[in-house]
């Protein structure tokens, strides 16, 4: 790990010096390249498209064409680069879903949890530390014994609170008696850390109906863009 300073010459800069000075400097520029400027914190001394890794999270940043920020590219570890964190959970059973009344959906079975970020008791996805970003989020829902004209409608909710502006809810409507009517639905969304991502669901027949275990499920994934 090593960074340059203003020993010789400022940052990458090599003043003219005399030789123990020189030989230090170039040694020192060559061991901050060597090890793509790494260090603990952003380097204080920076130039545009600089590249660096934070050692405090394994993040890799680069800094933008202005030079006044840096960006997040990723974090180092085994599968830098991958769409990680990702999950993909299921119902183990059937669940009575009350009339009119967004319901949590109890998504007790993992298929897929790459972070050990989603709870099974609580049927939410928490983003890991240094995981933040876009993330793909959706599932499908499929409820039994709607009538003709029945809504079926399923929201991803955020930090327990329905979105607002965008993906508040997605509907399907059921077209026969006493049938199975699903509704799927995908979306971006840009979560902070510990942010907690679950899926809901609601439906207007009028009466307690059961969810279609085999036809249900939730899933999500973190683009590798910021």
Request: charged letters at 15%.
């Amino acid at each position: 790990m090593a960074r340059v300073d203003t020993t010789g010459g400022n940052g990458f800069v090599v003043d003219n010096n005399v030789g123990s000075v020189f030989r230090t400097k170039i040694n020192s520029a060559f061991a901050a390249i060597n090890s793509l400027n790494s260090g603990s914190g952003d380097p204080s001394i920076t130039t545009a498209f600089q590249p660096h890794i934070d050692t405090s999270d394994l993040a890799l940043k680069i800094r933008n064409g202005s030079n006044n920020a840096f960006i997040q590219l990723g974090v180092i570890d085994t599968n830098f680069g991958i769409n990680k964190p990702a999950f993909a959970v299921r119902p183990s059973g059937a669940q009575a879903i009350a009339n009119t009344t967004f319901t949590i959906v109890n998504n007790n079975t993992e298929i897929l949890d790459t972070d050990s970020a989603y709870n099974t008791s609580t049927y939410k996805f928490t983003v890991p530390t240094a995981k933040a970003g876009k993330y793909v989020i959706g599932g499908q829902v499929c409820i039994d014994d709607l009538q003709d004209g029945d809504a079926i409608q399923m929201s991803f909710y955020v930090n327990d609170a329905q979105q607002t502006a965008y993906g508040k809810v997605s509907r399907a409507y059921c077209s026969a008696t006493d049938v199975f009517t699903s509704v799927h639905a995908q979306l971006i969304l840009d979560l902070s850390v510990g942010d907690t991502v679950a899926q809901y669901v609601e439906h207007n027949e009028g009466n307690n109906q059961n969810t279609v275990t085999a036809e249900t499920w939730f899933y999500g994934y973190r683009l590798t863009v910021s």
